[in-house]
């Protein structure tokens, strides 16, 4: 059986944001934050069965329900919609909720945050082409850290001194990039994993849950990061986006 035939694409967006209020719904290159990522998701219907938005936001739900019926159908419980809750809280409703009221249960399980609009054509298609070849429990978007490499970091003691944040690995030793051994960190671009991964038995590490014990990371070498998170870097994104609008639609 092919995987993508039971794939679920699901769009997370608390209403609630510290930083920016509204930020989901605040205008990003004169259209609402999330409608990037719900086009996004559109423009690869043919390689999953479902999408929704998961939301706790009257806002929110009524953005998504006016692109597609039915795109957000609930509105997902408020204490599983705080700014300290996991992924798991809202993947688990969201398969409860489909599994009840459309009698659907996906197989592989899509993760794509409105904080990251800037995603390549062709992240998604190479991202389940390299999980559907492999044996992974999961598979998530990462990139390169660069210039902030471990190896150049320090940490910060009671008194004020710096140490390094790995012994005997500063920039006395590694003071050309060129040296740096490559170092890499999940960006949040992307998270595909198995739906039975939600039936493991892990109490002490409750990610487990989505991620299993088999993730893989998929490199993404798109130029630009992105996560957006304060109004600088929203501001920033949506000058990237303005310039390079064509190799993101």
């Known amino acids: 059986m092919n995987r993508n035939s039971k794939a679920l694409i699901i769009i997370p967006a608390r209403g609630g944001s510290k930083r920016i209020k509204g930020k989901n719904i605040k205008l990003f290159g004169k259209k609402p934050l999330i409608q990037h990522t719900i086009n996004y998701a559109y423009k690869n219907t043919n390689l999953v069965k479902r999408i929704i938005v998961s939301t706790d936001s009257v806002k929110i739900q009524k953005i998504a329900n006016n692109f597609k019926k039915k795109l957000s159908p609930f509105l997902r419980p408020k204490e599983i919609s705080k700014s300290e809750s996991s992924d798991f809280g809202f993947v688990e409703h969201s398969l409860k909720w489909l599994k009840i009221n459309e009698n659907f249960i996906p197989e592989v399980v899509i993760i794509l945050r409105p904080t990251t609009p800037l995603r390549n054509k062709f992240l998604l298609k190479n991202m389940l082409k390299q999980f559907n070849s492999k044996k992974f429990s999961s598979l998530r978007s990462a990139r390169n850290v660069m210039h902030m490499n471990p190896f150049w970091m320090y940490r910060m003691s009671k008194k004020n001194k710096l140490t390094e944040a790995i012994k005997n690995k500063n920039f006395f030793k590694y003071y050309q990039s060129q040296k740096l051994p490559n170092f890499y960190k999940h960006d949040g671009y992307c998270d595909i ?57």
């Not at 039975?196 to 991620?211: A, D, F, G, H, T």
């Not at 630009?224 to 310039?243: A, M, P, R, S």
């Open 193 to 249: 994993f198995l739906s039975k991964n939600l039936k493991i038995n892990s109490k002490n590490e409750p990610l487990r849950k989505l991620y299993g014990y088999n993730m893989g990371f998929f490199i993404n070498n798109d130029p630009f990061f992105l996560n957006i998170d304060t109004l600088d870097e929203f501001k920033i994104g949506e000058l990237i986006y303005k310039v390079y609008k064509s190799k993101y639609v």
